[in-house]
C-alpha cells in the first residue's frame, strides 16, 4: 500500500526530495555549472552590499563541490576567491562529527584539503563553533528552499545544529539553483530557517 509520501498532492519526504534533486543537478552540463559558479561570483560583492554585511566581520562560505551551485569543473573556487578579493575575512565549516560545524579561515586554494564525505576543509587553526556569532553573513549549502525560508540540506543536520549560534545581527543565506526555490519544503521542528535564497541568474530574494 502507497504510504502517505507516495499519494499524488501530500508532500514527498526529504530523502525523496534530496534523491531527486541530487539527480537533476548531476544531469546538469559542464558548462551549466560554470556559469552558474561565474554568476554567483560575479554577485557576491552585490550580494553582500545589499545585506549591509560589515566589512569588518567575517563572512561564512562554504567549500561547493561536485554538482553544488558554485563548484567547477576544473575545481576552481571563483566564489570563494571573489570574497577574497574584496578584502572580506571567509571562514569556512570543518565538520567534526555531531557537534556543531567548527570553522577556519581561508585565503587561497593552498588552506584546503581533503574532509569527510567527499568535501575540501580548511586546514589552519580552527577558531570554534562560536564563531557564527561573529559572521556578518553565512552563507550555506542547500539542495532546495522555499520562500518561507526552509532549507534542504545533505541530512547531516550540521547547519541546523551551527546556525542556533548565530546572532541576531547574522543573516543567513541559502544557496540554490535556479530552479530549487519550491513552493512549499517539508519541515522538522529542528530546522533552522534561512533570511534569504541567492540563485545564480534569478538572484537575491528575501524570504517571510
Ligand atoms: N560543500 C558543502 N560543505 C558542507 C556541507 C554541504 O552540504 N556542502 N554540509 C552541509 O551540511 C556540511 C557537511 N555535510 C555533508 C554531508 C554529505 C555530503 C555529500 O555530498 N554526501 C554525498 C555522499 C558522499 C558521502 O557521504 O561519502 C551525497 O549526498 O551524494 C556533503 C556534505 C558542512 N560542509
Ligand atoms: N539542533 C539539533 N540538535 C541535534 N540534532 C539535530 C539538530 N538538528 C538536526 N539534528 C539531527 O540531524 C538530522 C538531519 O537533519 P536534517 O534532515 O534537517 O538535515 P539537513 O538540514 O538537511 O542537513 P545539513 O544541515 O547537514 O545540510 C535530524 O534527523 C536530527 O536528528
Known sequence: MAGPAERPGTARSKSELRTELLARRRARSEAERWQDAANLAAALPDVLESLRADPARPVCLYVPVRSEPGATPNGALPVLDAAVAIGRRVL???????????????????????GPHGLLEPSGRRVGPGAVADAAVVVVPALAASPDGVRLGRGGGHYDRSLPLISPSTVVVAVVGDTELLPELPVEPHDVRVHAVWRPTAGLVGTA
Open 92 to 114: 569556512l565549516p570543518v565538520v567534526s562529527g555531531d557537534a556543531p560545524l567548527d570553522w577556519a579561515g581561508f585565503r587561497d586554494r593552498g588552506d584546503l584539503r581533503d
